[in-house]
Every structure is written in C-alpha cells, then in structure tokens.
C-alpha cells in the first residue's frame, strides 16, 4: 500500500470514529510529509487510543507548520491543544509552557479572534487551582461568549461545563446543573470534538456523583457507556466509566460487581499513566471493602488512595470509628467541617460528622451538622441528599431518647433510599426504625423492622452491619449487659449525669455508680465518653 492509500484509508477510519485504524494509517508516512489538517486527525486519534508520544509529536509538528508559513492563529492552537495533552497526562510543565507560547503568539492578534476563547480555558483552571474562584468564572463566561461568537461547539461546551462546576461550589447546585445540562446540549448536538467530549460526559458524571444525585448519575454513566462503546479502540475515558459504574454498583449493593469495575478503571488509568485518577479508585474499593468489613484490606485502599494524592476521608474516618478510634475519628470531621468551604464538599462529609459526633458523644455538634445537611439538601434537591438529611435527623433524634420524634424522619429516609435502589442505605434506615420502636415498648414490630434489615445486609455480604442487628436481635444486650445496665447505659450515652439518671430511674446514686461500674467492666471502657461511643456503635442508644 503507497502513501496516498494510507492516507485515504486513514482519513476514512478517522471519519468513522475508528481511531486506532487512523492512528496506523495516519501516522505510517513520516510526519514531515503531512498536511496539518492530517496531523491534526492523527493527533486526535493518537490521543484517543492512548498514545501520548504519537499526539504530541503530531501536533508539535503541525505548530512547527503553522509557524514556518507565519500562521499565528493556527500555530497558537496548535499550543493549545498540546497545552491540553500534556497537562491531561501529568506533564503540566510542559503543559504550561506550551500555553505560554500560545499566549504569546496571541499577544501579537489584534481583534477578536476564538483562539484566545480557548486560552482563557486553560488560564481559568489555573485560577481555580489558585483559588481565585471569582476570576475563574468570569474567564469561564468569556470562553464561552467566545465560543458563541465564533460558532465554536467545543468552546461553548467547555465554558459551559466550568461555570456548571463553578456555580454548584458557591452552592447554587440547580443553577449549575442547567448549565452543565446546556454543555451536554452541545454535546448531544455532534457538532463538539471527541476529546471535548469525553470530557464533558465525565464532568457532567463527577458532579453528579459529588451531590449524590443517584439517578441523574446512573442516567449519564449509561450514556457514556453507549459513547465510549461505540468507540471500541477508545481509551482515556474508559477508566472513568468503569470508576462510575462501580460507584453506581456499590449504591445498589452489587459490591463484588463494583470490585471488579474498579480493577478494570485501576489498569485503565494506569496504563496512560494517570496516578492522580488511580487515587479514586482506591478510595472507592476502601468504601466497598469497609462496608464488607474487610478492615485490613479498606486501611489499604485508602493508604492507597492518600498516596495517589486523594483524600482517603470521610471514608477512614468511619473505618476508624468501626475500629473503636472514637476520638481519632471526631477529631477529623471537625477539622474536615473547618476545612471545607463550600456546600459540595461539606456534603460530602456532613452525613459521616454526624454519625461520629453521635458516637463521640456530642449530641448537639451531631444535631447541627444535621441541620446544615438539610439546609444543604433542600438547596440541592437531590432525593438521596435528602434522605441522609432525614436518616441524620432521625439518628440525633434517638441519640436523645426521642423515638417518637425519630420516626418520621427514618421512614422518609427509608422510603427514599428503597426508591433509589440504595439498598444498604434502607436497610439501615430500617434497622434505626426498629430501635425507635423498641424505644417505645413495641418490640414485636422492632423484631420484625430488624429481621429484614439484617436478610438485606447478609444479602450484599455487609458483615458488620449484620453483626450489629443481630445484637439487637439478641435484644441489644452485648456482653452481657442487664436490662437495667442497658437503660443506665443509653443514659449515660444521651449525656444525662449520675444524679439525673438516678432520678429518672428512680435509683439511688449510690446503685447508678454501681450499675456504671459494671458497665465499664464488662464493656471494656473507662470513662462515660466511651461508654457513649460503646452504646452508639452497638446501635443500644
């Protein structure tokens, strides 16, 4: 086959999306002897298969090209497009050298030109990565007028994404969905660019998943199953399908199902050498592997994760609380509710804060971050947001020997996780509405709630969930507490002091110190505090 065969052949399988059969075509002439309208494609389609040393070189000479016939524009978008290669394989110096250059070069263009639209792109990451959220937007806006003007799809698209993402951190979530929703308008439309592409559906995924919008997710991740399976020789975005997958997985309890996604994102995205993306992988495996009780393996994923520079929280945090690590544990959702600014982020970690402080015994820091996560979960309107807000409402409503009051905020959630297909999130909401009913002296109907909480639970192999509700099965008597050390206990653990709770009960001081003592001997503890995160991590209070 001559060179002008490859070429034609390689055009067409550029044209039919079929990038790897480009790729060869494309790149089997020397690249001295293509056109820039061929080295663009074989650049594109280099960086679709995952071959970063091809797309570079490709699009350095097509730069190369446009310089040597004085073509500035072309050239500066020549280093934009390497700009975004580069930074998006870890090689952000490069990278930013590269936009330096094209930065230059558009110095030197006087009017209006859609070059400097794609320019303020890159500038506008560099702000958020700075801080300077306000800037950031603005450049947002102006990529995307940019855009407009010119008729750009992928302009438009990529402004519209970054001010979605903008406008849900300073916590208009809708407002931001819109505009994320008007990206992917673009997108649907055809007229946007693989690459561009590709990274809308995953942006449009990731802030899906960081408000817990459930369904909006499992919609989206769908769609880009459909996108990238269309592309068979795709590679830079099948990673992040499968992390969305098993995270989609792990919601409906197919935890096994979610592993093996995870395995397949983990070579993915170590394969184009993303060690950044790999960190998110091994946070969500340490989140199955926690729920599964698989304690060893969890503190793995998540060093794992902290040492691919993800965060390993809230996640660890709840492992450590499963451990026994109750001040460990509430130290970090306070310092994680100082630390985080805007109402994405704290969502993220509200649910978690209120769970700790509970066993930690601050009842009143738990009520709190309750209430913000319902503030925050009205403003967003997402149904599993809301649910955590019910389900944390109904939990500091027991923490306070308050069933009655706990009850309608635990079947709302329970009602709502069962609508979602959060199957360990309802069997847990179950498992809470049987405490509140044998808080109330109705224990055939708390057996009932925590008989089926506890089949869900042996269901998707949640071992020490189950564990837990067959303790209160056993009638919520661990190691041997009596029924009047139970009620002591659950006191203690609702902060009351000895002479309220020798009031309440009707009991001399003297025998609730005794009762106390017995409790810290057969419990293992040795102060009030831990008997409250005893009582609260055995479901008792």
């Known amino acids: 086959m001559d060179i002008v065969d490859e070429l034609i052949q390689g055009r067409e399988a550029f044209h039919r999306h079929e990038w790897l059969a480009a790729r060869d075509r494309l790149s089997a002439p020397d690249l001295t002897t293509l056109e820039p309208a061929d080295l663009h494609a074989l650049a594109t ?16 000479r097509s730069f190369q090209l446009h310089s040597d016939a004085g073509d500035h524009l072309a050239a500066a978008r020549d280093a934009l497009w390497l700009t975004l290669a580069l930074v998006n394989s870890n090689n952000e110096a490069a990278g930013r050298g590269w936009q ?7 110095d030197a263009e006087p009017g209006d030109v859609a070059e400097r639209g794609f320019l303020q792109v890159h500038q506008m990451f560099q702000a958020v990565f700075s801080g300077h959220f306000e800037e950031a937007f603005e450049l947002a806006v102006s990529a995307a007028e940019s855009g407009r003007r010119h008729r750009l799809p992928d302009l438009v698209a990529v402004g519209l994404m970054c001010q979605g993402r903008l406008t849900m951190y300073s916590g208009r979530v809708p407002e931001g969905l819109a505009l994320l929703d008007e990206a992917m308008a673009q997108v649907a439309a055809g007229g946007v660019s693989p690459i561009i592409a590709g990274m809308a559906y995953c942006t449009m995924i990731d802030a ?3 408000i817990d919008d459930y369904r909006r997710m499992a919609d989206w991740t769908r769609m880009l199953s459909h996108w990238c399976e269309k592309q068979p020789d795709l590679v830079p975005y099948t990673g992040q399908c499968s992390v969305h997958r098993a995270q989609i997985m792990r ?17 993915r995205y170590e394969g184009l050498g993303l060690g950044d993306a790999v960190g998110e992988v091994f946070y969500q495996r340490g989140e199955v592997l926690r729920l599964q009780g698989e304690v060893e393996a969890a503190t793995a994923a998540y060093e794992g994760a902290a040492g691919h520079g993800h965060d390993p929280q809230p996640g660890l945090t709840l492992l450590w609380l499963s451990q026994g690590r109750v001040e460990a544990a509430v130290a970090v959702v306070r310092r994680l509710l100082d630390e985080l600014p805007d109402p994405v982020h704290r969502s993220r970690v509200l649910p978690a804060s209120v769970e700790v402080l509970i066993a930690g015994g601050d009842i009143d820091g738990a009520a709190a971050a309750a209430e913000e996560l319902e503030r925050v979960a009205s403003g967003f309107g997402t149904a599993a947001l809301s ?7 109904g939990s500091v409503s027991l923490a306070r020997s308050e069933p009655g009051a706990a009850l309608p905020h635990l079947r709302l959630a329970w009602r709502s996780w069962l609508d979602l297909g959060a199957r360990y999130q309802a069997a847990w909401a179950r498992a809470r509405i049987g405490q509140a009913f044998r808080a109330m002296g109705d224990e055939d109907s708390a057996k009932a709630e925590l008989v ?4 869900t639970f042996e269901e998707i192999g949640a071992a020490p969930a189950r564990a837990e509700v067959e303790r209160l099965l056993g009638g919520g008597r661990p190691d041997g507490l009596t029924p009047r050390e139970l009620e002591v206990l659950r006191l203690v653990a609702a902060g009351r002091t000895n002479p309220q709770i020798a009031a309440e009960l009707f009991l001399s001081e003297k ?10 001997g057969k419990t293992n503890v040795t102060s009030r505090t831990a008997a409250a995160a005893y009582a609260f991590q055995h479901q008792l209070a």
């Open 45 to 60: 389609s280099a960086y679709l298969v995952g071959d970063m040393e091809t797309c570079v070189q490709a699009w350095q």
């Open 100 to 106: 330096a250059t094209a930065a230059r070069l558009l």
């Open 208 to 210: 899906c998943q960081e």
């Open 251 to 267: 919601v409906n309890g197919a935890w096994s199902d979610a592993l093996e996604e995870l395995e397949l994102a983990q070579a």
């Open 387 to 393: 649910a955590s807000a019910e389900y944390a409402k």
């Open 452 to 455: 089926v909480a506890g089949r």
């Open 511 to 520: 025998t609730v110190a005794r009762h106390l003592s017995n409790i810290f």
